[in-house]
């Protein structure tokens, strides 16, 4: 079982639709959980980051928690053809190791 | 300006060579970290370190070395005995050992044997 798992996508969806991107980990002692934005050719940059249960909000991002299932989420409202990106899910494991999954490929169509 | 800087952009490395890649930053952080990234996939970690003078390896170690002298450098050395070693590699770097810490990345380097 792989450490951080994502589905490779592509996720497409229509301009202004939320977009539902999805991360579930394997190590129950992880406290720390980021997303982060991957354009093609370029290095990932941190978009969100969440460490407690519950939701997360910053403008257009929610980033959703749920330790007791291991599941991660991100969501993208109002999206734009600029989201248009990879998404990596990174976890910080019980070992200070940050691993991240293969990432989602997001399509906003015009 | 505060940043994590990797050096060069793009390299060339012939096969039976070592080469290495540089990383600085001067963002006081005290963790760093590298990861190898192949077209379409996710990244992989190769090494990390806490803090100077010590560091872990991690899922794909082989055929690569580091050394962590200073806390603002971080460079790893691709040898000859990593057979595939085509990819794009990344510098990572964050505040320290606690969970709640967050990590940033340099521009990355292109590695590209012929």
């Known amino acids: 079982q792989k450490e951080v798992e994502q589905n490779s996508g592509p996720l497409s969806v229509p301009e202004g639709a939320i977009a539902s991107l999805n991360c579930t980990y394997s190590d129950r002692g992880s406290q720390s959980f980021f997303w982060y934005r991957q354009y093609s050719g370029k290095s990932p940059e941190l978009i969100m980051s969440i460490y407690s249960n519950g939701d997360k909000e910053d403008g257009r991002f929610t980033a959703q928690l749920n330790k007791a299932s291991q599941y991660v989420s991100l969501l993208i409202r109002d999206s734009q053809p600029s989201d248009s990106a990879t998404y990596l899910c990174?976890?910080?494991?019980?070992?200070?190791?940050?691993?991240f999954g293969s990432g989602t490929r997001l399509l906003v169509r015009p | 300006d505060g940043g994590i800087t990797q050096s060069p952009k793009y390299l060339f490395r012939k096969e039976g060579q070592n080469v290495t890649l540089s990383c600085e930053q001067n963002?006081?952080?005290?963790?760093m970290y590298w990861y190898r990234q192949d077209p379409g996939q996710g990244l992989r970690l190769i090494y990390y370190?806490?803090?100077?003078?010590?560091?872990q390896k991690g899922d794909i170690a082989e055929g690569y070395s580091v050394s962590r002298e200073k806390k603002e450098s971080f460079p790893l050395t691709v040898t000859s005995a990593q057979k595939n070693p085509t990819a794009f590699y990344l510098c990572?770097?964050?505040?320290?050992?606690?969970?709640?810490?967050?990590?940033?990345f340099g521009q990355g380097t292109r590695l590209t044997v012929v």
């Open positions: 963002l006081n952080h005290d963790a």
């Open positions: 990572a770097s964050s505040i320290g050992q606690g969970r709640r810490t967050e990590a940033f």
């Open positions: 370190s806490q803090i100077v003078n010590d560091f």
């Open positions: 990174a976890v910080k494991d019980s070992s200070y190791k940050l691993i």
